[in-house]
């Protein structure tokens, strides 16, 4: 009876709170029913406001338009149009098509930026408007600025006796005015000084420069033909500065992926090289020698500097190629180019120093080359010792501009005369690879020039000897890093293929200076100096026989009576020897004896050397119309061998008179 009175009462309490809750939700539920309640009000009232503020848009939208109207002459009588118009739009709110679009204050923008648009379109006098405010803009622009440039003091060049008593400056007070004179040359019209010219600057800006960074004249004037004024500073800066170490993965051994690994566990921090490579990394710091690690012993990797991988790519060898590298030493490219090749065909290093071949068969049995032969000739040797390579490599041996970080030697021990003594040496060099390249190779027929200079001597000047010489022509290297090669610069004058060449600078690439040029050999054509100067001076040939005519008809007049300039004669024959007014260095290929014949030509008096010329331009000028290249070899075989006979003759027939 007890347990049934406590369920009892136990029930009883659980009734007494269910009615409770049930009293108590009413007054729970009134609160949240209020703010649904004034939320709906709020929302209405906002689309209220939203729709307000259409209405009020377009409504200053057409007054926009209608005092676009009333300003535009010829568009007073279009009111109506306008007004149908708008009727039809508003037709379109009143369908919903309008309201559909507008969901926001975005889409109100769209639509007022769509209506000015189409409001530009239908008044193009509105745009015309805008050009001319901008045009005056940008002229108060360029007042503001002339103004501006007026206020600065010109730089005020020191005299002569202030250089001779300011002694030792420090390099803070010259590097501030090495700033000050570059400033005043890249915008020299304002603020250059009275009575001051543009070379007395370059002078000072020498001066300074060789003092400040230690070089000498000569190539300090050079680098500051080859780059603009406001970038030179940036590369002398970065010569100072040696460039990232970089590490080449042999592919023949491992890849880079897994060799990146292994050198971070040994605690070298490095990041790939770039989208351009897939071989390189950049060392920034390593707890361990590079040197010295155990995949550097097992030919895992190769310290190479990154300019060094690109004529190796340029060049592109294949399985199964012959190719030559004429400049192997150390082995860091034939060691790339054997990778490239998957250790099949022939690869033959070559280097002309017997010593620096120990290190090139050291480099290439660690990194597990074994399709290369090593040879010790010198490169000019070749096509003699070997040839008929589908492809050639040569890292020609330079002034090394491009790497004075690693050898600050350069600076002050290269002067004009050396260098054009390695400009020669390379020219040689560029036509024995030629030479020596196979022009019938199915899969070559391929050269690449290299160097690390950045001397115009040394590149596009060697180049452009190589395209006078040979039938090659430049093709692009394949390779999308690096600025264009010059065409012209200063005195020097190049084929416009030189753009295809490629140059590499510290200051923008992050590698070292270089100059990469790729070959294609079309034929065994040898071309000399004379085949140029008609090839290239068709001009002045043409000149040359409109001379040869005028003498024809003034001998024709002396042979009437009338007088003429006996000097003629003389110039028709220095117009006929062949040698196109090229100087003796340019014409090393001419006849041994045509020195000697042109002697006996000049020595014999005007008048018994006037009769033999008389017949020979007219020939040779028909000869030329009909075939240019049979009239240049019969005219230097005239020039060389006729002449001398038919001088000899009138020399016994006059002879023969005087008896």
Same mark, same amino acid.
């Given at each position: 009876?007890?347990?049934?009175?406590?369920?009892?009462?136990?029930?009883?309490?659980?009734?007494?709170?269910?009615?409770?809750?049930?009293?108590?939700?009413?007054?729970?539920?009134?609160?949240?029913?209020?703010?649904?309640?004034?939320?709906?009000?709020?929302?209405?009232?906002?689309?209220?406001?939203?729709?307000?503020?259409?209405?009020?848009?377009?409504?200053?939208?057409?007054?926009?338009?209608?005092?676009?109207?009333?300003?535009?002459?010829?568009?007073?009588?279009?009111?109506?149009?306008?007004?149908?118009?708008?009727?039809?739009?508003?037709?379109?709110?009143?369908?919903?098509?309008?309201?559909?679009?507008?969901?926001?204050?975005?889409?109100?923008?769209?639509?007022?930026?769509?209506?000015?648009?189409?409001?530009?379109?239908?008044?193009?006098?509105?745009?015309?408007?805008?050009?001319?405010?901008?045009?005056?803009?940008?002229?108060?622009?360029?007042?503001?600025?002339?103004?501006?440039?007026?206020?600065?003091? &010109?730089?005020?060049? #020191?005299?002569?006796?202030?250089?001779?008593?300011?002694?030792?400056?420090?390099?803070?007070?010259?590097?501030?005015?090495?700033?000050?004179?570059?400033?005043?040359?890249?915008?020299?019209?304002?603020?250059?000084?009275?009575?001051?010219?543009?070379?007395?600057?370059?002078? =000072?800006?020498?001066?300074?420069?060789?003092?400040?960074?230690?070089?000498?004249?000569?190539?300090?004037?050079?680098?500051?033909?080859?780059? &603009?004024?406001?970038?030179?500073?940036?590369?002398?800066?970065?010569?100072?500065?040696?460039?990232?170490?970089?590490?080449?993965?042999?592919?023949?051994?491992?890849?880079?992926?897994?060799?990146?690994?292994?050198?971070?566990?040994?605690?070298?921090?490095?990041? #790939?090289?770039?989208?351009?490579?897939?071989?390189?990394?950049?060392?920034?710091?390593?707890?361990? #020698?590079? !040197?010295?690690?155990?995949?550097?012993?097992?030919?895992?990797?190769?310290?190479?500097?990154?300019?060094?991988?690109?004529?190796?790519?340029?060049?592109?060898?294949?399985?199964?190629?012959?190719?030559?590298?004429?400049?192997?030493?150390?082995?860091? @490219?034939?060691?790339?180019?054997?990778?490239?090749?998957?250790?099949?065909?022939?690869?033959?290093?070559?280097?002309?120093?017997?010593?620096?071949? @120990?290190?090139?068969?050291?480099?290439?049995?660690?990194?597990?080359?074994?399709?290369?032969?090593?040879?010790?000739?010198?490169?000019?040797?070749? #096509?003699?010792?070997?040839?008929?390579?589908?492809?050639?490599?040569?890292?020609?041996?330079?002034?090394?501009?491009?790497?004075?970080?690693?050898?600050?030697?350069? +600076?002050?021990?290269?002067?004009?005369?050396?260098?054009?003594?390695?400009?020669?040496?390379?020219?040689?060099?560029?036509?024995?690879?030629?030479?020596?390249?196979?022009?019938?190779?199915?899969?070559?027929?391929?050269?690449?020039?290299?160097?690390?200079?950045?001397?115009?001597?040394?590149?596009?000047?060697?180049?452009?000897?190589?395209?006078?010489?040979?039938?090659?022509?430049?093709?692009?290297?394949?390779?999308?890093?690096?600025?264009?090669?010059?065409?012209?610069?200063?005195?020097?004058?190049?084929?416009?293929?030189?753009?295809?060449?490629?140059?590499?600078?510290?200051?923008?690439?992050?590698?070292?200076?270089?100059?990469?040029?790729?070959?294609?050999?079309?034929?065994?054509?040898?071309?000399?100096?004379?085949?140029?100067?008609?090839?290239?001076?068709?001009?002045?040939?043409?000149?040359?026989?409109?001379?040869?005519?005028?003498?024809?008809?003034?001998?024709?007049?002396?042979?009437?009576?009338?007088?003429?300039?006996?000097?003629?004669?003389?110039?028709?024959?220095?117009?006929?020897?062949?040698? !196109?007014?090229?100087?003796?260095?340019?014409?090393?290929?001419?006849?041994?004896? !045509?020195?000697?014949?042109?002697?006996?030509?000049?020595?014999?008096?005007?008048?018994?050397? +006037?009769?033999?010329?008389?017949?020979?331009?007219?020939?040779?000028?028909?000869?030329?119309?009909?075939?240019?290249?049979?009239?240049?070899?019969?005219?230097?075989?005239?020039?060389?061998?006729?002449?001398?006979?038919?001088?000899? =003759?009138?020399?016994?027939?006059?002879?023969?008179?005087?008896?």
């Amino acid at each position: 009876s007890t347990q049934s009175t406590g369920s009892k009462a136990v029930d009883g309490e659980k009734g007494l709170k269910k009615k409770k809750r049930k009293s108590e939700k009413p007054a729970e539920d009134e609160p949240i029913a209020e703010e649904i309640e004034q939320e709906d009000e709020n929302l209405k009232l906002e689309e209220a406001e939203q729709e307000d503020d259409k209405e009020n848009k377009l409504d200053d939208l057409n007054k926009l338009q209608e005092t676009l109207l009333e300003k535009t002459t010829g568009f007073d009588e279009n009111k109506n149009w306008l007004t149908a118009a708008d009727e039809d739009e508003d037709e379109d709110e009143d369908m919903g098509i309008v309201g559909d679009d507008f969901d926001g204050a975005e889409d109100e923008k769209d639509a007022g930026e769509e209506e000015e648009e189409m409001m530009g379109d239908e008044f193009p006098d509105e745009s015309d408007e805008e050009a001319v405010d901008e045009e005056k803009e940008a002229a108060a622009e360029k007042k503001e600025w002339k103004e501006a440039t007026k206020a600065l003091k &010109p730089f005020v060049l #020191p005299t002569p006796e202030e250089l001779a008593e300011e002694g030792i400056i420090s390099r803070d007070e010259r590097n501030e005015r090495i700033r000050a004179v570059i400033e005043t040359l890249c915008d020299f019209k304002i603020l250059r000084q009275e009575g001051a010219n543009r070379h007395d600057y370059r002078n =000072l800006l020498l001066s300074d420069l060789c003092s400040h960074y230690e070089y000498n004249e000569f190539l300090m004037s050079q680098l500051m033909e080859i780059m &603009p004024y406001g970038e030179l500073i940036d590369l002398l800066d970065a010569q100072e500065t040696r460039r990232p170490v970089t590490i080449r993965a042999n592919s023949l051994k491992t890849r880079r992926r897994d060799l990146a690994q292994a050198l971070i566990n040994r605690g070298v921090n490095l990041d #790939p090289i770039g989208k351009w490579s897939k071989v390189g990394l950049v060392v920034y710091n390593t707890a361990v #020698p590079l !040197g010295a690690t155990p995949e550097y012993l097992a030919g895992h990797y190769m310290l190479q500097g990154s300019s060094s991988f690109i004529p190796v790519m340029a060049l592109h060898p294949k399985p199964g190629e012959r190719v030559l590298d004429m400049c192997a030493a150390p082995g860091g @490219k034939s060691a790339y180019l054997a990778a490239l090749m998957k250790n099949t065909g022939m690869l033959l290093s070559n280097d002309a120093s017997k010593e620096r071949t @120990k290190a090139l068969t050291a480099n290439l049995h660690r990194l597990g080359v074994h399709n290369a032969v090593v040879c010790n000739y010198d490169g000019l040797a070749f #096509p003699k010792v070997m040839g008929n390579f589908d492809r050639v490599l040569l890292d020609a041996p330079c002034s090394g501009s491009g790497v004075v970080s690693k050898d600050p030697s350069v +600076k002050q021990s290269k002067d004009e005369e050396e260098i054009l003594k390695i400009a020669e040496v390379q020219k040689k060099l560029l036509l024995s690879a030629i030479d020596s390249v196979d022009h019938t190779s199915k899969t070559g027929g391929f050269l690449v020039y290299s160097t690390c200079s950045v001397l115009v001597q040394e590149n596009e000047w060697v180049v452009d000897y190589a395209l006078k010489r040979r039938n090659v022509k430049l093709v692009p290297l394949g390779v999308d890093v690096g600025k264009n090669g010059f065409t012209r610069i200063n005195k020097y004058r190049f084929d416009k293929s030189m753009s295809l060449t490629r140059r590499y600078y510290p200051h923008t690439h992050n590698m070292d200076g270089f100059f990469v040029a790729k070959l294609q050999k079309l034929s065994a054509e040898v071309k000399t100096a004379k085949d140029n100067a008609t090839t290239s001076d068709g001009e002045e040939d043409e000149e040359e026989e409109e001379d040869v005519d005028n003498e024809d008809s003034n001998k024709e007049d002396d042979e009437l009576g009338v007088d003429g300039e006996g000097n003629e004669d003389e110039d028709m024959m220095e117009a006929d020897d062949g040698s !196109g007014g090229l100087t003796d260095s340019d014409n090393d290929e001419a006849p041994e004896n !045509g020195v000697s014949e042109e002697k006996m030509d000049t020595s014999e008096p005007a008048e018994e050397v +006037k009769k033999p010329k008389r017949t020979k331009p007219k020939k040779k000028k028909k000869k030329k119309s009909e075939n240019a290249a049979t009239v240049q070899k019969s005219s230097s075989e005239e020039v060389h061998s006729e002449k001398p006979e038919k001088v000899k =003759l009138k020399k016994k027939k006059k002879s023969k008179v005087k008896e």
